[in-house]
C-alpha cells in the first residue's frame, strides 16, 4: 500500500469514529500518524533532490515573498504590475507552469515576488505541481495569497486547508514547547509555574511520543498547546509563515462587499485590470516583512540618504555590520547611533548587540 493510500485510510478511520471523551486518544494518535504521513509523501525525490524544473530559484534581495492562489485569480498580472517583469498571462488558468520571479524596490529595499502555479485541490496529496510550489512557498518570508473576490468564500478555507496539511501555518506563533530527546530516564513532562493545560494531557502526549517511537524525552510546555500544535512541535519541520490576503477582481462586486472584504483582518481589496489600490497592497506588503532601513553615516559627513541598509525588525548593529561588509565585524570597535533606538537626544555609543529601530543612522568605528 503506498504513502497516499494509507493517507485516505486513516482519514476515513478519522471520519468513522465518533468524537468523544472516551476516543479522543484514538483520535490523537490518528492526528499523529496523519501527520507523519503526509510528511512523507511531500519530501522531495531522493533520485531526482530536485523539486521541480523551474522551481529552484535563488533566494534573492531583503525578503521573499510567494503568490499563491487558485488558477486565474491575477497572480501574473499582479506580478506584471508591481515589478518589471512579464509573467505570461491569458483567461484561462494553468497560464503559469513554473515559478516566475520578479523584484519589487521600495524604501531602497528589494523584495523577490514569486509568481507559483495555481494550487488545485489535493496539492497537499501530491496532485498538480503541489509538491513544487509547498517546497518553495516554505522558503517564503511572507505568503500573499491571492483570491478572486467574485468567487465562492470557500476559496480561502479550501487554500487555507491545503498549505495547512503541508506544514504552513498561516499567521501563527510557534508553540512554546521544548523537546529534548535522551539516551534514558523515560518521558519527563514539566509544565511552566501556574500553567493548566485543558485542550492536551500528560497522557496523551506520552501515547503519542511512543507512537513516534520515542521513550525518552524530556518536555516543556510553557503554554496551553492543541494536539496538533503538539505534533507540530515533534515533527519540527512546520514552517511559520505571515500571510496577506489579497482581494482581487472587487471591480466586478458591491461596494458593500468589497468594504466587507477590506474590513477583514490582514486583507487587502484590489484591481489589477484597473490599478486599483496597488500602492496601498505594497505599503502592506511592506509593514508585514517587518522591514527596518538603517542609513549609515561616515564621520563629519551627512547620513546617505539614497542606500539605505534594509535589516529585520529586530536587528542588531552586528547585522548592520554585515550588510555593509562581512569583514566589518572583525575590526568593530564600536558605533555611534542617532534616531528612534538611542537613549539620548543626539547620539548613543553602543556594541555589536545594541537594537537598531527603523530610520535609524549609525556610524561605525573600527580598531
Given at each position: ?133 509547498v517546497s518553495v512557498a516554505k ?47 523515560g518521558i519527563v513532562v514539566t ?94 506588503l511592506w509593514e508585514e516583512l ?78
Amino acid at each position: 500500500m503506498g504513502v497516499a493510500e494509507k493517507i485516505k485510510e486513516v482519514e476515513a478511520e478519522m471520519a468513522r469514529t465518533q468524537k468523544n471523551k472516551a476516543t479522543e486518544y484514538h483520535i490523537g494518535l490518528l492526528r499523529a500518524k496523519l501527520a507523519k504521513l503526509r510528511m512523507q509523501l511531500l519530501e522531495p525525490d531522493k533520485k531526482g533532490g530536485k523539486s521541480g524544473e523551474g522551481f529552484d530559484v535563488m533566494k534573492s534581495g531583503n525578503a521573499r515573498v510567494v503568490l499563491i492562489g487558485f488558477p486565474s485569480v491575477g497572480k501574473s498580472t499582479l506580478l506584471s504590475s508591481i515589478t518589471e517583469t512579464e509573467s505570461e498571462t491569458a483567461a484561462y488558468e494553468y497560464t503559469t507552469l513554473t515559478a516566475i520571479p520578479g523584484v519589487l524596490e521600495y524604501e531602497g529595499a528589494r523584495i523577490q515576488l514569486l509568481d507559483l502555479p495555481g494550487i488545485i485541490e489535493g496539492a497537499a496529496q501530491g496532485r498538480g505541481r503541489g509538491r513544487q510550489v509547498v517546497s518553495v512557498a516554505k522558503t517564503a518570508d511572507l505568503v500573499m495569497m491571492m483570491l478572486d473576490a467574485t468567487k465562492s468564500a470557500q476559496q480561502r478555507p479550501l487554500l487555507e486547508k491545503e498549505l495547512e496539511d503541508v506544514g504552513i501555518r498561516l499567521n501563527q506563533n510557534k508553540p512554546d514547547v521544548v523537546l529534548k530527546k535522551k539516551s534514558g530516564g523515560g518521558i519527563v513532562v514539566t509544565k511552566a509555574m501556574g500553567l493548566t493545560l485543558t485542550k492536551i494531557d500528560e497522557k496523551m502526549i506520552r501515547s503519542i511520543l511512543q507512537g513516534y517511537k520515542i521513550h525518552n524525552c524530556d518536555v516543556m510546555i510553557r503554554e496551553d498547546i492543541t494536539v496538533d500544535q503538539f505534533i507540530d512541535v515533534l515533527l519540527g519541520n512546520r514552517k511559520y509563515v505571515p500571510c496577506l490576503y489579497v482581494y482581487n477582481k472587487i471591480d466586478g462586486i458591491s461596494m458593500e462587499e468589497m468594504d466587507r472584504l477590506a474590513n477583514e483582518p490582514r486583507s487587502v481589496v484590489i484591481s489589477c485590470n484597473l490599478n486599483l489600490n496597488l500602492d496601498y497592497l505594497i505599503e502592506r506588503l511592506w509593514e508585514e516583512l517587518n522591514l527596518n532601513r538603517i542609513y549609515t553615516k561616515k564621520r563629519g559627513q551627512h547620513p546617505d540618504l539614497k542606500d539605505p541598509i534594509v535589516v529585520r525588525r529586530g536587528a542588531t548593529i552586528e547585522h548592520v555590520c554585515h550588510g555593509v561588509h562581512r569583514a566589518l565585524v572583525d575590526k568593530f570597535a564600536y558605533a555611534m547611533v542617532y534616531g528612534k533606538s538611542s537613549k539620548f537626544p543626539l547620539a548613543q555609543k553602543v556594541g555589536l548587540n545594541h537594537l537598531v529601530a527603523n530610520d535609524d543612522v549609525v556610524t561605525i568605528f573600527t580598531r
